[in-house]
């Protein structure tokens, strides 16, 4: 079945480290990736997307992700996070004409 | 250019009372889709639209159903609500099928008692 997965229900970082969420994927073909964002009490707004072409996407907030077709995944990546970044974050997919499956979410706490 | 709006942003429901979750969008996007979410579950797909007067089933459609009479609305109806139905609920849009990019509102929190 298509789906992604994502490993880590919650992450802690201190503010200025680095930050990687990973998101797996299982597709038959190359499928279209998202990274959403779910500030508490808000909708979800879209991070990033992945379509095809450079494996490496920029998205909004200083955010990035990794396409890397040889490990099914698509990681998001920040150099620096900042306290404003705590949030909950989706991974999603879709492909073959199939509705968008998202991620369990992984929950990233920021601390001083 | 408000995006997608949804009322209420609460509500609490005694079981086996009906409602109606509105869902209202201005980008004229076709699709439109409703979302339950629950905590470690992600989100699931109730029910979704590809224009007005066309509906179908997503995920999980038991015990809602949902309309699109025109473009801009498409609400979620819960008939007799039970406390299995508690979670919150997020409306989305999008301008078209293949690009799966989705505009989410801010979403219902629902609680049957």
């Known amino acids: 079945a298509q789906s992604v997965t994502q490993p880590d229900i919650h992450i802690t970082v201190s503010e200025g480290a680095s930050l990687e969420l990973r998101c797996n994927y299982s597709?038959?073909?190359?499928?279209?990736l998202f990274w959403y964002v779910q500030s508490p009490g808000q909708g979800l707004q879209l991070l990033l997307k992945y379509f095809s072409g450079d494996t490496l996407v920029q998205g909004i907030k200083g955010f990035e992700a990794e396409f890397k077709r040889s490990q099914s995944s698509f990681n998001l990546r920040k150099p620096s996070v900042h306290w404003s970044d705590a949030a909950e974050y989706f991974c999603?997919?879709?492909?073959?004409?199939?509705?968008?499956?998202f991620g369990i979410g992984t929950k990233l706490q920021v601390i001083p | 250019n408000a995006g997608v709006t949804q009322t209420p942003k609460f509500r609490i429901l005694k079981i086996g009372q009906s409602m109606t979750l509105q869902c209202t969008q201005d980008m004229n996007h076709n699709y439109m889709y409703w979302y339950r979410q629950d905590p470690g579950m992600g989100l699931k797909l109730i029910y979704y639209s590809v224009g007005a007067g066309i509906t179908d089933k997503g995920e999980v459609p038991n015990g809602y159903n949902v309309s699109r009479s025109t473009t801009e609305d498409f609400p979620l109806r819960l008939e007799l609500a039970a406390p299995s139905q508690t979670s919150v609920y997020f409306c989305?849009?999008?301008?078209?099928?293949?690009?799966?990019?989705?505009?989410f509102g801010p979403g219902t929190r629902l609680t049957v008692t």
């Open positions: 989305a849009s999008s301008p078209v099928p293949t690009s799966y990019e989705q505009y």
């Open positions: 597709y038959g073909a190359t499928p279209y």
């Open positions: 999603a997919g879709a492909g073959g004409y199939q509705k968008v499956t």
